[in-house]
């Protein structure tokens, strides 16, 4: 079977069986073994040790399970809480205030945690449910936390971003820096379509009942005192990095260590919440992890029979001029996002691409935040993308998939322009890493 | 064609060395007259590259070119092989060792007992430390926090430092934040590639080891699927790659060197006696831990302390 | 006889993964422990571990392969659930059926290579490449005990939907597949 017939039928096979709704991870190990049986025999076997050794001691992806426990620290001790309440009473009295701290809120999360899952759970999980109580239009909602909390990989630290400098050997500190001013301009236009599409209709975000007028000054002082803890612990492990404390990796788990100080500082600190956050954290690394390990084998057997021969030689042969194959590398990738995961989409396209961009005379670091860009959006386009599944996990049972669907739309929109704006201006995201790292 | 190969290496698409591989593949295909097709693979494509030892031995691919310190747990004696912290850079003796003092034959053992053909090896040029300091004498290693893995890790603990364990794609940024004082690397190329000099002044003058020597590694079954001649032809190719590294490797390293000097690359200060004896001794304590670490070890350091 | 044989089946499997993927929550803290402890270690005493590195890496492999029946269980693993919310229940019992086969024939491979993978670690003294060098061995254990919990799981979700299949009913009161998907909870 050629390369091209075992690419169509693979893909075929995925869409049957995601269709029949099995478990991805485990579907995408499936398909490997019994495609790879007819058509390699029973030596395809032999990816699993392989891949089980490259997934399960990848110490980059230690950073899942630390960032993800600290989220749940956070979200089930009501710290997460506060930070969303303090940033309220700040800005209580504007239209869409609450969807405006939901971005910032957001944001914040997303300085911390270095991948889209534990950023969208996180914010979901505080902020979701107080704007659709509010009578918040449904999508605006949606939209507004899948937005946000995909932040998660664009501001550092950054696990997709981690993955792309390993595996292209360029530097992650350049990158971390490089994703700052495109990650400002993302915020920025998010918090602009937030106010005028308020402006515009106002139904979809109606003005809170005004409950933080009824605080008491101590209530005020407290909520306020809250909030600012919060953000001093995404200072401290943001701290931890910049002052050499902690590397990138390491600085989720001084998060972890911060968010159980502060939940017994906050007398929060009950052995339920302990508990309940170390089993749910468990089950989402190993949901997380089952899902790599899957679909890493599943690539990993398509790279043994070639698809990377396929997909450069699709790339060299077109004759396209230079930012003709930057664009084609993004349509691929944006394609490849509606089957497959940001992980993924990194560890194939980032070696594949990178030279290619490279030798053409472009920036690595530049194009490896167009890739980021790129996944961003990736991961949260239908039918397919991690952050669509997150969100259905977190949201109330009567929103509907199409409802996720929909709500994405302006928010796509949006990030598509970040990622035109700065493939057109490269000096968006190179002009501050080389402004601090000379050269 | 009559054999297809998969030939996994442990650099990126596009690197200098990658080509170097890539040569070995059209080689073989050429000199066989087609008979053997060579599929590439590159970093992580389908294989890690910590896997590439496991997977030659399991057959999920044919060929590979392994970096043996990924395969200490596995495989101790290639930590041996690839040359023990105080080995010789002398091409010459290397190559005495190797061919007239019996380190092939400990080896084709050593590597056949876990199903492997251990092909002539090539050599890639010394490990390097990159500081933040200068190195003014050996005393200077004295606390300093370096990521150092496996043998060059025990290494630089005898001589009073902190081996650290990061990932690499850490050390860039570990370097910069203080995290670590120093990092090693592969050789010049890898300090070149990981952008050290930028965080990181000053490079030790003396290496960690002489030269590497990296072997070439097949599947068994997969190779005595060949006719003798097939493997012959095989072998010959594995030589004139060999040939080609060791000339590209010195082109190489020289230019990264230099790319680094315009970068603010410094050298710390020549060493003393003292301190070169005092490196000798750390090296020479490491091996007789390492000959207690497996028969094949203990075989190959005796022949290398008769020397 | 035989439903009663498969109910005893599907609740000792539901107790047994529930038992394991409760305790292996715990591992959680430890792991934050591990990593803290290295960085105060290295950062404020200026001795790093030489364990801490794979004792880190192993405890998150631990947990990401033995919680995996237990999502299973959970149906927390994630799906596509387009089609799936919107087909008949005996038609979402043949996808079901289906789906989990898959993942049991992926689950049996990774059992079947796991053992071959023990006994060469034993034959060779599989070690880790650092300088701590722990031993491989109980890796691939845990990788043999977490897919064989997998397999009992899925292999009881198979009989559950296959016997709703059948006869229309459930034969667990709460067997979780005709209900709404609730991922992540
Ligand atoms: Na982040
Ligand atoms: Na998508």
Known sequence: MGIELLTGVLLLCILVTFAMGAPVGLGLGGIAMIVGYMTWGDGIFNVIPTTLESTFFSFILLAIPLYIYMGQLLTRSGIGDAMFNASQMLIGKIRGSLAISVIVVCSMIGAMVGIIGAGIMTSGSIALKPMLDRGYDKRLALGVIMAGGGLGILIPPSVPMIMFASSTQTSVGRMFIAALIPALITIVLLITYVVVSCKLNPSKAPIGNDAHDEMTPKEKFRTGRDGLFSVLLITAVLGSIITGIATPTESGAIGVAGAVLLAIVFKRFKREIFESAGLSSALLVSVAMWIIFGATVFSNFHLLMGVQNMIAGFTQDLGLPPIGVIIMFQLIMLLLGFIIDEFIIVLICAPLFTPIAVSLGFDPIWFGILMILNIEIAVQTPPYGFALFYLKGIAPPDITMLDIYRSVTPFVLIKLFVLVLCMLFPDIVLWLPNKMMNG | ?307 | MITKAIQSYCNAVHHLVDFVGRSVGYIMPLLAFVVVFEVVARYFFDSPTIWAYDLSLFMFGYISALSGAYAQQKRAHINVDILYNHVRPKVRSIFNILSFSIALIFALIIIYMSIDKFYEAIEFNYRRQSEWAPHMHHFWVMMVVACGLLSLQLISDILLNAYFFVTGKKLIPNAPDTEEFTHGN
Do not use: C
């Open chain 2, 1 to 307: 064609a009559e054999h297809n190969w998969r030939f996994a290496n442990l650099y990126s698409r596009g690197t200098a060395y990658g080509e170097l591989y890539e040569n070995l593949g059209k080689n073989i295909e050429q000199m066989s007259a087609g008979k053997i097709k060579v599929q590439v693979l590159y970093s992580g494509e389908g294989v890690g590259s910590s896997g590439i030892l496991g997977a030659v031995k399991s057959g999920l691919v044919t060929m590979g070119a392994p970096f043996q310190s990924m395969h200490a747990g596995e495989l101790p004696a290639g930590v041996v092989e690839i040359g023990l912290p105080g080995g010789t850079d002398d091409v010459g003796e290397l190559s005495t060792l190797f061919h007239e003092k019996g380190w092939d034959k400990v080896l084709k053992e050593a590597y056949g007992a876990q199903g492997l053909v251990w092909l002539d090896p090539y050599i890639q040029p010394p490990v390097y430390i990159i500081t933040k300091k200068p190195i003014n004498s050996v005393a200077d290693f004295k606390g300093l926090k370096i990521r150092a893995p496996g043998a060059y890790g025990k290494f630089l603990r005898q001589l009073g430092a902190s081996p650290v364990s990061l990932a690499w794609s850490e050390i860039y940024t570990s370097l910069s934040t203080g995290v670590i004082d120093g990092s090693i690397g592969s050789n010049m190329i890898d300090h070149r590639d990981g952008n050290h000099v930028e965080v990181a002044k000053y490079m030790y003058r003396l290496p960690l080891a002489g030269a590497q020597v990296l072997p070439i590694v097949v599947n068994r079954s997969a190779w005595n699927k060949l006719t003798p001649e097939l493997q012959a032809i095989v072998s010959a190719a594995t030589t004139i790659h060999a040939r080609e590294q060791m000339t590209k490797s010195k082109l190489w390293e020289s230019q990264a060197v230099a790319e680094m000097e315009a970068k603010g690359l410094k050298w710390s200060p020549e060493p003393s006696a003292e301190d070169k004896a005092a490196w000798k001794a750390a090296a020479a304590s490491l091996w007789d831990e390492y000959a207690k670490s497996d028969k094949y070890s203990a075989q190959l350091i005796e022949i290398l302390k008769k020397q």
